[in-house]
Structures are given as structure tokens and as C-alpha cells.
């Protein structure tokens, strides 16, 4: 999971809400929704908003952070909205992640919101494990998301061993410009895509490099 920097909404969405009646997915929606799809995806680097894996805008789903059956005023409000992945969506609920596992609960924190950046207070571990220091919202990560389901530790972990294995290849020891080059490869992006599950990578990377500053 990292912080989004939401867009103003979609003219096409705006457009839209004055009509009477206006609900999500209802008459004429279609093209609003193709754009809002975009819109996400190009905000989000292509990643899910909360497992960091790769979307498309065939796949992908439209999240309302707050459900639309629990806070229907807020089912055409675009800040309340998220591109995420299908969640494993029709396989065991143990497998299920991200908006399928997590249907119409609450979750203490929005990605999206830039008061609630500071708040999430992410960090990985060595097993590819995420968690926060905010000890409501790691039960979350869990309990509401399913963030820690195997495949997406096993993934992450393999983010970390190849950043691993390049800093691995450098003689002698690793330098505050090597560091800064990993983290700038990692932060960019190709073709408006991000790094699949970049913060992993850029959490090691950036501690790593805390380490290196603070003994200069």
C-alpha cells in the first residue's frame, strides 16, 4: 500500500452528477466509468491502491472505500473511489485479498487521502510481510484486507531478495550513490507504470540509506 495523489475528478463524472437521479452504474454510466477507470490507473502507476500489484483496465475493479450499500451519498463522489485488483474474486475466502476479501467494512485509513498519509505508517518485513505501527489498522491490513495471504508475501519477498542481489553485485560496500540510484529506478516509471509492490523496494532502500546518513 502507499499514498495516492488524487486528481480532480473526471469532467465526464462531474457531468454527470447534476443529472436527476444520477447513481453509479445506472443509465448512460458506462463511458463515466470508462473514464474514471483511466483515471485511476493513471494516478495509481497501473497498481493495485492496496497490494501493489499490476491492474488493467480489463481486470480491474472500482472500489468504493466507503461502500456504496452502507454510504450511498458517496457512490459518485471520486474521492471515494480506488482501482484495485479482482481480489482472487470466486476462489476460497482464504485466497481472497484487497476489495473482494474486504466487502462492505470500514477501514480506518483512505491511501487516497492526503490527511491520512502520515497515518498508515506501512513498513515490510524481511518474510514479505506489511504491516503498520498503527496497531488498529495492521489488524486491518489482515483482518479486512487479507494483505498477509501467502502469494502476496512470497512476491514481495521477491522484491526484496532481487534488490538484494543487486546491491549483492556492488565491490565493497554499498554507497550512498548506489542507494540513490536503486531508489530513483524504483521510484520512476515507464510508460505511466509503477515498480510492482515499489514500496516494498523503496522502504529497504530508503532505511537502508537513513542508516548510511545518520553514521556520516
Request: glycine letters at 6%.
Amino acid at each position: 500500500m502507499r499514498p495516492i495523489d488524487k486528481r480532480e475528478a473526471p469532467s465526464s463524472l462531474l457531468r454527470y452528477r447534476l443529472q436527476t437521479g444520477a447513481v453509479y452504474d445506472g443509465p448512460n454510466f458506462t463511458p463515466v466509468k470508462d473514464d474514471i477507470r483511466q483515471q485511476l490507473l493513471n494516478e495509481q502507476g497501473h497498481l493495485c491502491a492496496y497490494c501493489m500489484q499490476r491492474i488493467h483496465a480489463d481486470t480491474m475493479k472500482i472500489e468504493h472505500w466507503h461502500c456504496q450499500a452502507n454510504y450511498p451519498a458517496e457512490q459518485l463522489i471520486y474521492a471515494n473511489m480506488l482501482g484495485v485488483c479482482p481480489g482472487n474474486e470466486g476462489q476460497p475466502r482464504a485466497n481472497q485479498t484487497c476489495d473482494t476479501y474486504k466487502g462492505n467494512n470500514d477501514l480506518l485509513y483512505n491511501p487516497a487521502y492526503p490527511t491520512d498519509h502520515p497515518r498508515l505508517e506501512i513498513y515490510y518485513e524481511g518474510t514479505g510481510k506489511i504491516s503498520s505501527r498503527n496497531t488498529v489498522f495492521d489488524t486491518q491490513l489482515n483482518q479486512i484486507l487479507n494483505l498477509n495471504w501467502s502469494r502476496l508475501k512470497e512476491n514481495r519477498k521477491g522484491v526484496l531478495i532481487a534488490v538484494m542481489e543487486v546491491l549483492g553485485k556492488k565491490a565493497g560496500t554499498c554507497t550512498r550513490a548506489d542507494l540513490t540510484a536503486l531508489i530513483a529506478k524504483w521510484e520512476s516509471s515507464r510508460h505511466g507504470m509503477m515498480h510492482e509492490y515499489r514500496e516494498v523496494a523503496l522502504y529497504y532502500l530508503n532505511k537502508k540509506l537513513s542508516r548510511i546518513n545518520a553514521s556520516a
